[in-house]
């Protein structure tokens, strides 16, 4: 069984756990970049520093503008999402280091 408290395997739907136990927020501050955004879905992937792939609603877009340009440098949060694996949230442009 997958621990729900591990960011790097995401959780999955058992008999062992019901959404109400899993925590919302697991991971903050992750760096990345936007790698894919449907304007029309609303729907994105932001690819960490460290290889991760994240899945992203527009609602999860911090400003509340949802839109986000590709290939932008942002910093989220990390939470389990409806489907039972790890999205990005509170999504936020950040200044690319020099």
């Known amino acids: 069984m997958v621990a729900a408290d591990d960011p790097h395997t995401g959780p999955r739907a ?4 019901s959404w109400a136990q899993l925590p919302s927020i697991v991971e903050r501050g992750v760096h ?3 790698s894919s955004y ?4 609303g729907r994105g992937e932001i690819e960490a520093t ?5 899945e992203f609603h ?3 877009i911090e400003d509340r ?3 986000v340009e590709v290939g932008i440098a942002v910093r989220f949060d990390v939470g389990a999402g409806p489907a039972g ?5 509170m999504i ?3 200044s690319p280091p020099n």
Do not use: N
């Not at 449907?38 to 879905?41: A, L, N």
């Not at 460290?50 to 994240?54: N, Q």
């Open 14 to 17: 058992s008999s062992a756990h």
């Open 32 to 34: 990345g970049i936007v």
């Open 38 to 41: 449907d304007v029309d879905r």
């Open 50 to 54: 460290d290889g991760r792939r994240f």
């Open 58 to 60: 527009a609602t999860a």
């Open 65 to 67: 503008s949802r839109r």
């Open 85 to 89: 694996s790890w999205e990005a949230s």
């Open 92 to 94: 936020r442009p950040v």
